[in-house]
């Protein structure tokens, strides 16, 4: 049992496709990591034109539309195949996972906006971000301020973004505002545009956030901006809600089968260590508490292992629902920091150096708590569902 989906549930298909995902964080992404952390836009945008030559990118396109027309399978072993490398804990899990977007354009883009970005996609040429949080309004969608207001056939764009994931590389925002229909609503009422972050009138600012540090987080500021009312993906006032329920999901399941990966990946950087690392004389593998929490360790990842195979088989059947997905991102993310604070701890001071691995992984599983909804929204939407 090594934590990823099991060789017998794969087509000759998956497997190449694994192979392919392996080979290229071997060669294109762990080598660099340390180097796009300290550069100012982290990770370069070459990185997704490469992955697009492979055919990494858009995976979930229709083949009718010009795309792979991949079963979700393939980005769940795109994910757990990151989340197990350096660069995984460099990039966190929004690396690739930003082509989940396209689940968005997939379901509510007309002809004319899937032909305009489906082979940027596919190419890599585009990259993507969602911008919903604000100041203000994180979790509380309701409290976006953010307003595109309508003159003509344009909106005019004023407002702020922040925590942006590849908010510095992207080239396309799926951007939540408050347009004039959306304010005479009242709340609940949000609309989403495609919005090229190339337009004038748009500034970004690094985040210098505690992880991930080779991704590109970003605030984003709106002064003026002007757009075309084409940029509407699906219908005025239905930005959230129906609109992206279905990628709320599917996004929730990535996480969490990200965290059991990392989870995973912590545990065997931390026995591979504690094997070599000697103390007093002999191994820190061989003294009474240290197997002792290996064995809880193990433990705990062979039940991760468990659950991680029915959330696929749920998901992969379509009977997954938002209850057992929010409980998903909810204890898979608490079970990742757990068992990285363990790790964390039995590398004794290397442990607290921060270009060492386990340091990654440990601070990018305390942003899993928070991040894709925080652990007490989580909380709130299953108790809601009881």
């Known amino acids: ?50 992955a697009g030559e492979l055919g990494l990118l858009g995976l979930l396109i229709p083949a009718e539309e010009g795309g792979p027309g991949c079963d979700p399978l393939f980005p769940i072993l795109l994910t757990e195949e990151i989340a197990r490398s350096p660069a995984g804990a460099s990039l966190g899990s929004i690396t690739f996972g930003a082509d989940l977007l396209t689940l968005l354009l997939i379901e509510f883009g007309t002809p004319e906006q899937k032909a305009r970005y489906y082979p940027r996609i596919l190419s890599g040429e585009v990259t993507q971000c969602i911008g919903i949080s604000e100041p203000d309004a994180g979790s509380d969608v309701n409290a976006i301020t953010t307003r ?74 709106f002064t003026d901006v002007r757009v075309p009312k084409s940029t509407i993906l699906g219908k005025e006032g239905q930005g959230l809600g129906a609109n992206i329920s279905q990628f709320l999901l599917f996004d929730r399941v990535l996480m969490s089968l990200r965290a059991i990966a990392a989870a995973r990946y912590a545990f065997d950087l931390t026995l591979d260590y504690v094997k070599e690392r000697k103390v007093f004389g002999k191994r820190v593998f061989d003294f009474q508490n240290t197997q002792f929490k290996l064995g809880e360790l193990k433990t705990k990842l062979i039940v991760a292992d468990a659950f991680r195979r029915d959330l696929i088989a749920k998901f992969m059947s379509g009977i997954l629902d938002h209850m057992t997905s929010s409980a998903a991102k909810l204890w898979c993310s608490e079970h990742e920091y757990a068992v990285t604070d363990d790790c964390l701890q039995l590398h ?14 440990f601070s990018f599983a305390r942003i899993e708590r928070i991040y894709g909804g925080t652990n007490e929204i989580q909380k709130g939407a299953i108790g809601r569902s009881l």
């Open 1 to 50: 049992m090594d934590g990823r989906v099991m060789d017998e549930g794969l087509s000759l298909e998956h497997k190449a496709f694994r192979n392919t995902v392996q080979r290229f964080i071997r060669e294109r992404m762990d080598p660099f990591c340390q180097k796009w952390e300290k550069a100012e836009n982290g990770h370069p945008a070459s990185l997704w034109r490469e």
């Open 148 to 221: 595109a207001r309508s003159d003509g056939d344009d909106f005019v764009i004023n407002g702020q973004k922040t925590y942006i994931s590849h908010g510095m590389l992207a080239d396309l925002c799926y951007l939540v505002v408050k347009t004039d229909d959306d304010v005479e609503r009242g709340r609940g009422s949000l609309t989403m545009l495609l919005m090229d972050l190339n337009t004038p009138g748009i500034e970004r600012r690094r985040m210098d956030m505690i992880a991930a540090k080779a991704s590109s987080t970003a605030e984003l500021f």
């Open 348 to 361: 004794g001071g290397f442990g607290c150096v921060a270009e060492s691995p386990i340091s990654k992984l």
